[in-house]
């Protein structure tokens, strides 16, 4: 355990060095907050703008507040989680093309408290980040728009936390095998596979975690989803994300020298 708070302690002092717990969380907040304010004055804006007829502009009404908020969550799953990825592409390869890992590895006994200590601090990240964005769409929605039921809007804040863990967390194991930009490409690639199989063939990938971002839409939209196989094959992938990170760590420390 003191292994584990020695690299805990400095992952989160490297993300502070790097300025991440500022402009993260900021990327969040104005995505959050952005949703309702532009959909609340989107028909004055159009008025205004006079592109389209004062008639027109009129008829375009302003969706209910849990609209609002399943459109907030699709701002993250693009933009938000691009920011996440990029963040944490360079957790483990960094290490690994700066020399790092050559120094630590041989010095320590065991690899995976250091990467369940990486893979914890890269959660607080993404919590905080997350939070305060959601947290910051649902007051403003609800101070321009309309109230919301804390029930469903703390369970799709959940669900879709679980949905941006399990994607960032393919990056350590990727990392480890790889420079850092492949390693941000390919865990966006493979969420945007298993999320897009998820939705064409619901029947048979009921347990993939690709459907989480869905169950959290569904969540706040009045629907009625089975997430508990998707939530624990989520913590699955995330659990075995880890180990792979720590196994191929171990073998490969360094990238090969151009």
Known sequence: MSMFWIHFKKEMLEAARSYKWI??????????VMQPVMMYYLPDILMMSGDIPPEAAALI?????????????????????LVLVLSAMNT??????????????????SVLPMMIAKWAAMMSLLILSFVLGYAGSAYYTSQLIGTLEWGPMLGAGAFY??????????????????????????????????TMLASLLPSHLQWSPGRLSAIATECLTGGDPSAWAPAVSAVCFMALSTIAATLLLKRRPLLPQA
Request: aromatic letters at 8%.
């Open 23 to 32: 402009w993260v969380p900021a990327v969040f907040l104005l995505l959050g």
């Open 61 to 81: 009404t302003v969706p209910p507040p849990e609209e609002i908020l399943a459109s907030t969550l699709s701002q993250f799953s693009t933009i938000g989680l």
């Open 92 to 109: 483990v390869a960094g290490e690994r093309s700066n020399g790092t890992a050559e120094l630590v590895l041989p010095r320590i006994s």
């Open 161 to 194: 936390i679980a949905w941006l863990a399990w994607i960032v967390t393919l990056v350590l194991p990727l990392g480890a095998v790889l420079r850092g930009p492949a390693a941000a490409f390919i865990a966006l690639g493979s969420a945007a596979a298993l």
